[in-house]
């Protein structure tokens, strides 16, 4: 480290740079995305949303930041979206890294991101920042001449364009909210109707109460989003995209370990299944228990005392209250022994690690073991998963 590096914000006349630094930590651009990646930087960068670091002049590290909306025990909270994080190899294990990414953590807390989750290239640097396991995101592999057979053959089913969007984004409200879904985006209207106006590689269908959205995956069909209000309708979508099975042998999912596909397919998904984990981290701790969803009719009053070396304003003593699907941290001026949480076990609870996993990883101490229960049914549920790859 020297007094010559400092945070900046990316301009457009560094994009090049950015590049090059991208090319050394995750291999060249293809030509043909170049174009596409240059526009994207852009909409970040006159937003706020690209950060970097500098040698004097020099772009050394970049790190963009996605305005996200994720679904937290079916509502939705912001969340700031860390990507492209790159550093320079010849300034890598100096300190680079973690200074670009505080500078990161503080724009995030600047605009008022209360979470900020990442797919990590290492856990070791993020794990040091406060971020810990929040999910995965799961392909499964079916074999399509199986979902071909599922029928629902009573289903109407239409192809489906950008003037579909909102509709869209009404049946997964009614389904992430009824099931309480954890770790999934929320993209959108404008986004998603440019995402199906490429009818050219994005294959849509429409029913009254489902869609999907599938693509091709070289000689395989791979399944990107799929809704279904019914079992009639999960039915019918799975065995459009399995209608393929002619020329693609394989269908590969993300979906929800929990996705009523397991159930009703034949035969068992592939047992090489694909997973990524990505990391989570709470920014603003009151706004994101008040914006999350709860487990309903736990009642819950809970001291916690967090340590949080990067977010010095969460460290204290805080009293935690759910109630009626809903949660509240406050300080709290209490005495006596408290379940102690550090910025990692405090991120791992919320996205539905158990306490006893906690505990059991140094993540969580103190307290009472035997109301760890209420808490696990509180923050609990269907596992954290995401359709997307950022």
Same mark, same amino acid.
């Given at each position: ?131 810990? =396991? ?5 392909? =499964? ?152 969803? =709860? ?96």
């Amino acid at each position: 480290m020297t007094d010559a590096l400092r945070l900046v914000d990316i301009t457009e006349d560094q994009l090049d740079a950015v590049l090059r630094v991208r090319a050394r930590s995750f291999g060249p651009l293809p030509g043909s995305s170049r174009e596409q990646w240059h526009k994207d930087a852009v909409e970040f960068l006159e937003d706020g949303r690209y950060v970097g670091v500098v040698d004097g002049d020099e772009v050394i590290a970049a790190a963009r930041i996605w305005d996200f909306r994720q679904w937290w025990g079916g509502r939705q909270v912001p969340m700031a979206g860390i990507a492209g994080v790159v550093v320079s190899p010849e300034y890598r294990g100096r300190g680079v890294g973690s200074m670009l990414m505080r500078g990161v953590l503080q724009r995030s807390i600047d605009r008022g991101f209360p979470l900020t989750a990442l797919y990590p290239a290492t856990t070791v640097i993020y794990r040091k920042l406060g971020y810990e =396991f929040g999910g995965g995101r799961y392909r =499964f592999s079916f074999q399509a001449a199986d979902l071909r057979s599922l029928g629902g053959r009573g289903v109407d089913i239409r192809r489906a364009g950008p003037a579909d969007a909102g509709r869209f984004l009404e049946l997964v409200a009614e389904a992430h909210e009824g099931g309480r879904a954890s770790g999934v985006l929320g993209w959108p209207e404008a986004k998603v109707a440019e995402w199906l106006a490429d009818d050219e590689d994005v294959f849509a269908y429409l029913a009254d109460d489902g869609f999907v959205v599938y693509n091709w995956d070289g000689n395989n069909l791979r399944v990107d989003e799929l809704i279904a209000h019914s079992e009639t309708t999960a039915r019918a979508l799975w065995a459009t995209v399995g209608s393929g099975s002619s020329t693609a042998r394989t269908v590969h999912a993300y979906i929800s370990p929990n996705d009523p596909v397991h159930l009703l397919a034949q035969l068992e998904a592939d047992k090489e299944t694909h997973v990524q984990h990505w990391m989570l981290r709470l920014l603003d701790a009151p706004a994101a228990i008040a914006a999350r969803g =709860f487990a309903p009719g736990v009642v819950a009053e809970v001291d916690l005392w967090l340590d949080d070396a990067e977010v010095p304003a969460h460290s204290g003593r805080w009293h935690l209250s759910v109630a009626d699907g809903s949660g509240k941290l406050m300080p709290s001026e209490g005495t006596g022994d408290v379940l102690r949480l550090g910025s990692r076990g405090l991120s791992a609870l919320y996205a539905g690690t158990p306490l006893a996993t906690l505990r059991g990883s140094g993540l969580a101490s103190g307290g009472s073991v035997a109301a760890d229960g209420v808490l696990d049914t509180a923050f609990g549920g269907a596992p954290a998963y995401m359709l997307d790859f950022f």
